[in-house]
């Protein structure tokens, strides 16, 4: 086993175009080199593109776009972020201890493919695409047909994942992420449920972005859940239903953190108070 660093994103490119299929891409190594250590995954080469900084952070260039090797810490963290994208620096600060959001990666979250990343449903109700790069040039994918299922996504073997684009709330518009798990810090998601809410002048939903984590083979758009919050005024009877839909998008398993009818029981609460919390913001705004 070969372990390389490289000094440019061109340079990662070549090799990739060389040795994809025997190549294991690492930044932080949060998953990867735990996956390695359970013989989970056996490469011949570990590419370390730690070093590229020129792919760190956000920009706004027509687009806000945030580069892979942004660190968890950096999303929960940089005034940047957090003001452009709220949702998503709530669900980087959950992820893990500080010592894995000091070192872990979004591109590297996204590129793991776990059903319960925290940061794919924040990114879900923000449109978000990902830019993939290799030698002979780039393309841009919806993340959500880049995410193809556990451990799994459309990335080619010489491509590397360099940005996520993502549109940030408008006015009159509040969103959040919110997590439930066995304790407060260090856990994997029970469930995780993004909400992003736009609304009219009168304060009618205008817009209703829902998507959920943990709960599916992966973190999905819930459009049942959000045809019934649009249109409304998000009365205690559309909000129930609107659980209930979501409810009914689900498809959870049994694992060692919840049982799939716990997970079940727990979302219409967790909507609940994720739609009062963007109702909140979205006033406060105004």
């Not at 959500?144 to 556990?150: A, K, P, T």
Request: charged share 25%; aromatic share 4%; proline share 4%.
């Amino acid at each position: 086993m070969e372990f390389r660093t490289v000094g440019s994103i061109e340079e990662a490119l070549a090799c990739l175009a060389d040795v994809g299929d025997e190549a294991q891409v690492v930044a932080g190594g949060t998953d990867v080199m735990i996956q390695h250590m359970r013989r989970e995954i056996n490469p011949s080469l570990f590419l370390y593109i730690g070093n590229l900084c020129e792919m760190e952070g956000l920009t706004k260039n027509g687009s806000h776009a945030i580069g892979a090797l942004t660190t968890h810490r950096h999303l929960a963290t940089d005034p940047l972020v957090v003001a452009a994208f709220p949702a998503l620096a709530e669900a980087a600060s959950t992820v893990g201890s500080w010592q894995t959001q000091e070192v872990g990666t979004l591109g590297g979250n996204l590129c793991n493919a776990s059903p319960a990343a925290d940061t794919v449903a924040p990114l879900l109700i923000a449109d978000a695409q990902v830019e993939l790069r290799r030698a002979s040039g780039v393309r841009r994918l919806p993340l959500d047909e880049f995410l193809l299922g556990r451990r799994s996504t459309a990335r080619l073997p010489d491509e590397l994942l360099t940005a996520v684009t993502a549109r940030p709330p408008g006015e009159r518009c509040g969103e959040t992420y919110l997590k439930l798990g066995r304790r407060s810090a260090m856990e994997v998601a029970i469930a995780g449920l993004a909400v992003r809410l736009t609304f009219d002048a009168v304060g009618n939903v205008e817009s209703a972005k829902v998507a959920a984590c943990a709960v599916a083979p992966r973190a999905y758009r819930a459009v049942e859940a959000e045809s019934v919050l649009e249109g409304s005024r998000l009365e205690e009877g559309t909000v129930a239903e609107a659980g209930r839909a979501l409810v009914d998008s689900a498809t959870p398993i049994d694992d060692a953190r919840a049982s799939a009818s716990y997970r079940r029981h727990v979302l219409p609460g967790l909507l609940v108070r994720a739609v009062a919390t963007c109702r909140e913001r979205a006033v406060e705004q105004r």
